[in-house]
């Protein structure tokens, strides 16, 4: 069975500073992860995503995550936050052995001080 | 190149009554899913098709039901509606078969009342 779990529901950042969102997860064999972002009233959207190859994985808008096996983690960094970032994430989990059933963390809220 | 677009975006039912949503995925794709948002549970996974077979399904009851037709486009039917099905029903399409990024749509906001 899979599963993702977000630690902090919600997360406060001041504008500049780093940004980082954590993700853990369970797969029984080797998995395909993602970050979505919410904005509201909208869908989610691919902030990145690593299936195999490179352990550091680039995304839009700055954000990258990292791959770490040994921890069964995959959290979302940024170096420095905008306003603009403020919404919600999600971690998820999918097989390839499973199509696209993929599984989601509870996200994250990020809120963005000026 | 168009998105995926759900409809209706909005809509209120009653106890009992059902429901049919509709998805277009982006031309090409041939994989659909959904997914239940609700502020408590999350996001929750539905069912999947590809080229109108069901592949996947999650954990939820039979009254929830879905069909893709021979274009990909996708209903969800929900029927003998509750309370507890209030909630954002997200749609995503995807090119492939195998696991892929998934696009999704800006979902359908139900409220049973």
């Known amino acids: 069975a899979q599963s993702v779990t977000q630690l902090g529901s919600h997360v406060s950042v001041s504008e500049g500073a780093l940004v980082l969102l954590r993700c853990n997860y369970s797969s029984s064999v080797p998995p395909y992860l993602f970050w979505y972002v919410q904005y509201p009233n909208q869908g989610l959207q691919l902030l990145l995503k690593y299936t195999t190859g490179a352990t550091l994985v680039k995304g839009i808008n700055g954000f990258e995550a990292e791959f770490k096996k040994s921890e069964t983690s995959f959290h979302l960094t940024k170096p420095s936050a905008h306003m603009s970032d403020a919404a919600e994430y999600f971690c998820a989990v999918s097989q390839s052995n499973t199509g696209n059933q993929f599984y989601f963390g509870t996200g994250t809220s990020l809120t963005v001080i000026p | 190149k168009a998105g995926v677009t759900q409809t209706p975006r909005y809509l209120i039912k009653t106890r009992g009554q059902q429901v049919t949503l509709s998805c277009s995925p982006i031309?090409?794709?041939?994989?659909v899913s959904w997914y239940q948002q609700t502020p408590g549970q999350g996001l929750q996974f539905l069912f999947e098709y590809f080229s109108e077979t069901q592949r996947n399904k999650g954990n939820f009851p039979g009254r929830f039901s879905g069909r893709q037709f021979s274009n990909s486009r996708s209903e969800m039917n929900v029927s003998t509606l509750e309370l507890g099905d209030s909630a954002l029903y997200l749609c995503a399409s995807s090119r492939t078969g195998k696991t892929g990024e998934l696009f999704f749509g800006e979902g359908s906001r139900l409220t049973v009342l």
């Open positions: 031309s090409g794709h041939r994989s």
